[in-house]
């Protein structure tokens, strides 16, 4: 049976580039019928924390990526390092060294296939003794992920390029114990756009920074399983079951990926869209009442209607509580741009101030027809194009000259707020016109 592990260290985050890893890890596994295995690396007394453990795993969790068992923690398995180490020394490949105990490297060529990179061959001859046990009793990594993988029964161990270097030392415990070493497979690293390896003091690799800013998992791990791995065909869209399908180490590229935020949102956005409604709602609901205040109240119905308003809109959560701010809160900032370009004109107060009056008059403010109607009316009745109103009255409204349609937009303000906005533009804008 398949047995693969993602083996993070609680001294951080989790990291975009861990979870492009713990993703390729957990679909290899499943698409095998296999078990994917979690494991904290807390070796590292001084630097491993509780909180950071506690993150991690609650990232997996809302990430959907299930691990099998219960999760391995090397700080708790000390005296299967020891015992292992003892009989290294007790063989005279390893030796007690100012109170550590170091392992001494026989001079050989070590070879393995790679299932990424293929054949692959290191000289032992350029490495030094190094230490496998601290003189706190603790094992060096190299050394405790060794005894863990083979402990576990880890058949392939699918990890980034990063740990390439450590192979050759990991093949050398192997055989000085005599065990049967797992496959390799060592994934292209992911960097940023200035070409250097992602970095865990970047705050923005930090997948919570991108669940925060309202990414959803299926399009994160969509988009993460791209990087590296080539589907073949032009198509990018996949539903979880999808990649499990179709994901194969075969596919993998052997060159670096480029992380790319903007490529992310766009296939975040794809995910967003397909949604059930309802689903759409709830977390649109959820994202919106832990992060944003609203001044002005709105009802479960109305804030309803403006989630779906920006359904087709939005890429992440957060595009959300800028696009749609006009809805909750009471100051308008007007955008100069959109000011100067359509707002310039000295008749635009007087048009507004005429259609606050017209609109005022109106029986119903509940159905979009009878208020498009209204402005389009007063347009004719002005003789000019219905977008010389449209435009400023937008502006006026929401602050912008991008929104969602502009009747539907009316409709959900509603007429009080509708009009007391168009009177606070009739002042701004004469203000402006007459600079």
């Not at 970095?199 to 791209?226: C, H, M, Q, T, W």
């Not at 949102?265 to 609203?294: C, D, T």
């Not at 007087?350 to 017209?358: D, G, K, N």
Request: net charge neutral; proline share 5%.
């Amino acid at each position: 049976m398949v047995k693969v592990r993602f083996a993070p260290s609680p001294t951080g985050s989790l990291h975009i580039g861990g979870v492009r890893t713990a993703l390729f890890n957990y679909l290899f596994a499943r698409q095998a019928g296999g078990k994917f295995l979690l494991r904290i690396e807390d070796t590292d007394r001084e630097r491993s924390r509780p909180e950071f453990e506690k993150e991690i795993l609650e990232s997996l969790e809302w990430l959907g990526l299930e691990w099998d068992g219960e999760v391995v923690r090397q700080s708790e398995r000390l005296k299967s390092y020891q015992s292992c180490v003892k009989v290294l020394l007790d063989q005279g490949v390893a030796y007690q060294s100012e109170g550590a105990i170091k392992f001494r490297i026989p001079k050989q060529k070590i070879r393995f296939l790679d299932l990424v990179h293929g054949a692959i061959e290191f000289d032992s001859e350029t490495f030094d003794d190094f230490v496998i046990q601290k003189t706190n009793g603790f094992p060096t990594y190299n050394f405790a992920c060794v005894v863990d993988d083979h402990e576990y029964g880890m058949t392939h161990l699918i990890r980034g390029d990063d740990h390439l270097s450590n192979t050759p030392r990991q093949i050398l415990f192997y055989q000085a114990l005599g065990w049967e070493a797992p496959s390799f497979a060592h994934l292209p690293l992911v960097l940023g756009k200035s070409g250097e390896p992602l970095s865990k003091r970047d705050g923005e690799v930090n997948l919570n920074f991108y669940r925060d800013s309202g990414f959803i998992p299926e399009g994160i791990l969509n988009y993460l399983a791209l990087l590296g791995w080539s589907p073949g065909g032009n198509h990018e869209f996949f539903k979880r079951s999808e990649l499990i399908k179709q994901f194969s180490l075969a596919r993998v590229n052997k060159t670096s990926a480029t992380f790319d935020t903007e490529k992310m949102k766009w296939v975040n956005g794809e995910h967003l869209r397909a949604l059930p409604e309802e689903e759409f709602i709830k977390q649109g609901e959820a994202y919106l009442s832990a992060r944003v205040p609203m001044e002005k109240k709105l009802s479960n119905e109305v804030l309803t209607e403006i989630i779906l308003l920006f359904r087709s809109r939005i890429r992440i959560w957060s595009d959300l509580t800028w696009q749609a701010k006009y809805f909750w809160e009471e100051k308008i900032d007007y955008e100069p741009d959109a000011i100067e370009e359509h707002c310039r004109d000295p008749k635009v107060p007087e048009r507004l101030s005429e259609l606050a009056r017209t609109l005022a008059s109106l029986a119903t403010f509940s159905e979009i027809n009878v208020i498009e109607q209204c402005l389009r009316s007063l347009a004719e009745k002005l003789q000019i194009p219905a977008k010389l109103l449209i435009h400023p009255t937008r502006i006026a409204l929401t602050g912008r000259s991008v929104s969602p349609s502009l009747f539907e937009v009316m409709r959900l303000l509603g007429k009080p707020l509708v009009l007391e906005r168009l009177q606070k533009a009739v002042t701004q804008f004469s203000k402006r016109v007459s600079i």
